[in-house]
């Protein structure tokens, strides 16, 4: 099943949170609207699968900082 989640972060932010997560039906949903608005989509599955069990709205946990940090240094270079 497709996972999808959308991240947003800023630097008065203590860490990335989650704006949408979802599977199915929900999962292709946050993509379309992603590419309506023009936010880089990044397939990372892993990350996708430890997002969707977050509670929209929380930081996303340190264990995954790494992983968020590399993908917003990509987003950011390639915008």
Same mark, same amino acid.
Do not use: C, F, H, N
């Given at each position: 099943?497709?996972?999808?989640?959308? /991240?947003?972060?800023?630097?008065?932010?203590?860490?990335? /949170?989650? *704006?949408?997560?979802?599977?199915?039906? *929900?999962?292709?949903? #946050?993509?379309? #609207?992603?590419?309506?608005?023009? #936010?880089? /989509?990044?397939?990372?599955?892993?990350?996708?699968?430890? *997002?969707?069990?977050?509670?929209?709205?929380?930081?996303?946990?340190?264990? *995954?900082?790494?992983?968020?940090?590399? /993908?917003?240094?990509?987003?950011?270079?390639?915008?």
């Amino acid at each position: 099943m497709k996972k999808a989640a959308a /991240i947003q972060y800023s630097e008065d932010l203590p860490a990335p /949170i989650v *704006l949408a997560a979802g599977k199915g039906t *929900l999962a292709r949903r #946050i993509v379309e #609207i992603a590419e309506q608005q023009g #936010i880089q /989509i990044v397939g990372k599955s892993d990350l996708a699968d430890a *997002l969707v069990e977050l509670p929209v709205g929380s930081m996303i946990p340190e264990d *995954l900082y790494r992983i968020v940090a590399e /993908i917003l240094v990509y987003v950011r270079s390639v915008s």
